[in-house]
Nanobody, 127 residues
Framework: QVQLVESGGGLAQAGGSLRLSCAASGRTFRTYAMGWFRQAPGKEREFVAAISGSAYTWSASRTYYADSVKGRFTVSMDNAKNTVYLQMNSLKPEDTAVYYC???????????????WGQGTQVTVSS
């Protein structure tokens, strides 16, 4: 069982930055793939970024990004803190959404594939 709690959302101006955190419970945290998704009003939940788990060392993890955030967002994992981060730079108004972290045994771009979800955190980017 994995429990996830996001934090770090808020209001930012276009061009600004925010860092989201997702704290996870569970002794096998490092073996899980962690994904970030977002959902804007009236839209479906979409993939943002993901990082694969590693049974041995975080340095072996791979990262994945949606084209819309590539080069602006960075996902990272701190196994010592059981926390995954999403650093968001050069924010745009279209990044406004509720952001969710999710965990599963392997990386997927599809929300339905993830078994565990956080409660979500609102990110609002003003122009």
């Amino acid at each position: 069982q994995v429990q996830l709690v996001e934090s770090g959302g808020g209001l930012a101006q276009a061009g600004g930055s925010l860092r989201l955190s997702c704290a996870a419970s569970g002794r096998t945290f490092r073996t899980y793939a962690m994904g970030w998704f977002r959902q804007a009003p009236g839209k479906e939940r979409e993939f943002v970024a993901a990082i694969s788990g590693s049974a041995y060392t975080w340095s072996a993890s791979r990262t994945y990004y949606a084209d819309s955030v590539k080069g602006r967002f960075t996902v990272s994992m701190d196994n010592a803190k059981n926390t995954v981060y999403l650093q968001m730079n050069s924010l745009k108004p279209e990044d406004t959404a509720v952001y969710y972290c999710a965990a599963d045994q392997s990386v997927s771009y599809t929300p339905d594939e993830y078994d565990y979800w956080g409660q979500g955190t609102q990110v609002t980017v003003s122009s």
